[in-house]
């Protein structure tokens, strides 16, 4: 069975840095991409960031650019996303979510139940 | 970056009826265009890729449709566990967006 449980989420102060973390089992984790993607209290999603199988290639939103970084460590079955400069407009719920096949073309199979990142003062 | 519009943004309907939810690109994306299940306090669940291919483990009361920038989902023989929020996203370019939602819920 696949499981995604992500962890790391907490409230920030603007301006902070947080690490999230989200632990995969069930698959071949380094067979595939992963993804963050983050729902906001108005509830509409927003894809954050890919990272390829072997971390080679990453891609980013235009708002995060800069700020978060996403990594994994397959060794540990583990993917990250380090934030920076958080701003209470990235007050989100972070999902991890898997991809369906490691070429292009594939969306998503598998979510976490994901992590609250609350900023604010 | 592609604009993802849905229609309608919420619908009532009763246990039993069959609903469709329409998906617009704003350019074609092929069919790469993924629909998404999320219950109220829960992670979304994936339903069908390639606009058309259902997920593992999925009924087949759904079924998806189009190509280009014209999609749709319907759902048959709507049970009380169908009711929720559906999401359509397109994963045709970077980045990957999402439409704003349509709410199904019980008339």
């Known amino acids: 069975e696949v499981q995604l449980v992500e962890s790391g989420g907490v409230v920030v102060q603007p301006g902070g840095s947080l690490r999230l973390s989200c632990a995969a089992s069930g698959f071949t984790f380094e067979d595939y991409s992963m993804h963050w993607v983050r729902q906001f209290p108005g509830k509409g999603l927003e894809w954050v960031s890919v990272?390829?199988?072997?971390?080679?290639?990453?891609h980013y939103t235009d708002s995060v650019r800069g700020r978060f970084t996403i990594s994994r460590d397959n060794g540990k079955n583990s993917l990250f996303l380090q934030m920076n400069s958080l701003s209470s407009d990235d007050t989100a719920l972070y999902y991890c979510?898997?991809?369906?096949?490691?070429?292009?073309?594939?969306?998503?199979?598998?979510w976490g139940q994901g992590t609250l990142v609350t900023v604010s003062s | 970056d592609i604009q993802m519009t849905q229609s309608p943004s919420s619908l009532s309907a009763f246990v039993g009826d069959s609903v469709t939810i329409t998906c617009r690109a704003s350019q074609g994306i092929n069919n790469y265009l993924a629909w998404f299940q999320q219950k109220p306090g829960k992670a979304p669940k994936s339903l069908i890729s390639a606009a058309s291919s259902l997920q593992s483990g999925v009924s087949s009361k759904f079924s998806g449709s189009g190509s280009g920038t014209d999609f749709t989902l319907t759902i048959n023989s709507l049970q009380p566990e169908d009711f929720g929020t559906y999401y359509c996203q397109q994963y045709n370019s970077l980045p990957w967006t999402f439409g704003p939602g349509t709410k199904v819920d019980l008339k």
């Open positions: 979510v898997k991809q369906m096949a490691e070429t292009a073309g594939n969306s998503f199979d598998y």
């Open positions: 990272i390829s199988w072997d971390g080679s290639d990453t």
